[in-house]
């Protein structure tokens, strides 16, 4: 049986769960320097031991329901904690697992792991806690009905006694109106993390399999508010949610027309959806990189698959974010000898680095990254 205790907080900086067997412990430090990577369970035995358990836990005993004066997202999400920090602990081992994904570049895992193994093993801990997080808002949302009932039977028997008069029902300590917001759990880091190994592990059924993931993640990132108003980092996506997503379908298999049309139309709502979260600065360099790839895979050799390729070079731009990468594939595309295109290419791009074209289209080559120093999203 391995337990998670909370321990004291080591300053302001972090606190720690200690995971004990009868054999071993181990600490997860759950508040990450930016500096650092992300703390990974790399041990196959302690993944394989610890996600058994998380797996097989009672239904409602990760994130339990307790009635709180403060019943909203922001208690919620604390009670979680404790499951998120352990389950996104092994979900980045996992990952380790895959060769080029950014957890198995940080820590240089050598593994000899069957990568749709660790995919699916990713999927069970999210299906996991998702379903955590939906026991803990039917219980909530029952406690809440049978508040609000009780609030309604109150005031009818104030009301039979006083009248129809004015009240102030905020001294009663009345229940506010429930709001909705997205089940704790879920966290858009275990999101980037599963997207970006199935990137570097495709199929044929990655383009649905990533549309899939998508509309779990555009729910959840709407139920707490949206463009307007969500503010819970939780749901919120980030440069490496779009980019993974993108790179997944550019990696994945061109196995026919089903496929294609999978593909194509799954990358353009992400694209679209990229682009109208355009205050939170998530279209970058990599994002036009992977969209130009897809297109130059799925879009058979002609004038539309040149065309399409220039229209992301000039949005890109426009946004300031040509690097290096997106120069090479735009080099790479076959628009099947569309002389335009190809002219262009001899003018703007071939026997050029990045050094060599103009600056104020490239203002933002690094800054809008998700990782500076790493070009990938």
Known sequence: MINAL???RLGCVRKIYLFTTSSRHFSIPTRHSRHLPPSACLSIDHL?????????SSPGSLIPYNKSERDDSYHAWGVADTTIQKVEWLIRGYSAQVLNTQMQKEYAVKSNEDPSESIKCILDLIQKVETEGDIYMKLRNEMRSQLNLNQKSEQD?????YGDQETDTDSQNFPEIDRVFASPGQTIGMFDTLLDTISMATDSNTPVMVGNIFDRINKRFELDGGMAFNVNPNTVPTQMTYNAALRAIANG??????????ALMHAFDIFHLAKSAE????INAATYNYMVQIIAKYIPPSEMCGNLANAFWNLAKEDRVVDSNLMRTMESVNCGGFEKYETFIDKNISNKDIEDIPKAWKVFEKSLRYNEEDNTY
């Open 279 to 282: 205050k939170k600065k998530c």
């Open 48 to 56: 394989k031991d610890i996600s058994q358990e998380v797996l097989s």
């Open 6 to 8: 909370p321990l004291s």
């Open 253 to 262: 298999d061109n196995t026919g027309e089903k496929t294609r049309d999978h």
């Open 157 to 161: 028997k104030f009301f039979d006694e």
